[in-house]
């Protein structure tokens, strides 16, 4: 089992500690409601060292990530990050991730930490272009500062103008009195905020000077489980649970991230899935009587009949509702169909909703 280079202050504030990922990690410290509340209305900070960063440098890094991922990444600007996804070549997701464009020639990718070898090893097997690559994963961690008082707590920390970095967007700056962090103005809960990155060494005084900022906010760390709860609220993909190796970007609402202008891994079969239209889709639904939905749960018609599985749910502290999302056969798909979950042996009602639930 790792730990990130900060473990010993987590167990030190009284953290719920849990194997993740490989890694030690805080997966609540006061409890998951409040966690979220935190974050939602004001501002709090999760600890997330244990996500992979993969540097690829020379005139044919763009070239190589063409070549493994499903969106464009031509587009990217130094200074822009873009969300997406490797494909394998079975019509499934080897990973999503985030690609940051660093410099002319540079670029880095942010992935899973379940999936670090994983990925890097698919990426090792496309490089025949002789571009550079190095895994970073074990010298630097990433803090998640997150929540709607995120930018004002933070921006006695450095001389760049938080606000004015757009969301997707990314600044390599001082920071917390630490030279050539990274600040991104990304995030995983929908309440906006940062992430950022900075070597093992440096993590700790970053998160003090952090906590000093945002102590007039009422800043507070926040565990794993609040963070789950927040990017479902969103809509967000977990990757293992939404997405996986058998699960096709299109089946799971990525189309916008699969882009035909160019060619890559298994694009051409993906848009030959385009154009045939999918089989199941994955869909956000909201239980309209009570009950909880689960992972690996049953997606049933009024008949009870199965069509589909639920791969992520919970009782949504801001919205006080049991919400998840599942696949279903196609034509459950629409918004406002008529779904069950079999809980136990109860057939709980539900209907399938616009995502995301959580609406500012």
Not at 132 to 161: C, F, H, R, W
Request: proline share 2%.
């Amino acid at each position: 089992m790792k730990n990130t280079a900060l473990t010993h202050i987590h167990e030190s504030l009284g953290a719920k500690m849990v194997p993740f990922a490989g890694y030690n990690m805080p997966v609540q410290y006061e409890g998951v409601n409040a966690e979220h509340e935190t974050v939602r209305n004001g501002v709090g900070v999760f600890d997330v060292s244990h996500m992979g960063e993969f540097l690829l440098t020379g005139e044919n890094a763009l070239a190589l990530i063409q070549k493994v991922t499903s969106n464009d990444a031509s587009v990217l600007e130094i200074g822009k990050a873009q969300y997406s996804c490797l494909p394998n070549n079975d019509g499934g997701i080897v990973d999503d991730l985030i690609v940051y464009r660093i410099k002319e020639e540079q670029y880095l990718l942010v992935v899973n930490a379940s999936n670090i070898d994983k990925d890097w090893d698919w990426i090792s097997s496309h490089n025949d272009l002789g571009v550079e690559m190095k895994n970073l994963s074990d010298n630097y961690s990433l803090l998640a500062i997150q929540g709607p008082k995120a930018v004002e707590a933070m921006q006695s920390l450095t001389s760049v103008d938080l606000s004015a970095i757009k969301y997707y967007h990314f600044e390599v700056a001082e920071f917390a009195g630490i030279e050539h962090v990274i600040i991104s103005a990304t995030g995983y809960t929908g309440s906006g905020g940062f992430e950022i990155y900075c070597k093992n060494s440096e993590v700790e005084q970053v998160w003090n000077r952090v906590f000093e900022a945002g102590a007039a906010f009422g800043i507070k760390p926040i565990g794993l489980a609040a963070r789950d709860t927040l990017r479902l609220e969103m809509g967000f993909c977990l990757y293992g649970n939404d997405i996986n190796d058998t699960t096709s970007p299109l089946e799971a609402g990525l189309g916008w991230i699969t882009k035909f202008t160019k060619d890559f891994v298994n694009s051409e079969n993906l848009k030959k899935q385009k154009e045939a239209g999918v089989s199941r889709k994955l869909v956000g639904f909201e239980l309209t009587e009570r009950g909880i939905p689960r992972h690996d749960y049953q997606i049933v018609d009024a008949n009870g009949n199965g069509i589909g599985i639920v791969t992520s749910g919970t009782m949504a502290p801001t919205l006080g509702k049991g919400i998840g999302m599942g696949y279903v056969t196609t034509e459950f798909a629409a918004v406002d169909s008529e779904i069950y979950i079999q809980i136990r042996n109860n057939k709980v009602a539900a209907k399938v909703v616009k995502m995301p639930f959580y609406k500012k």
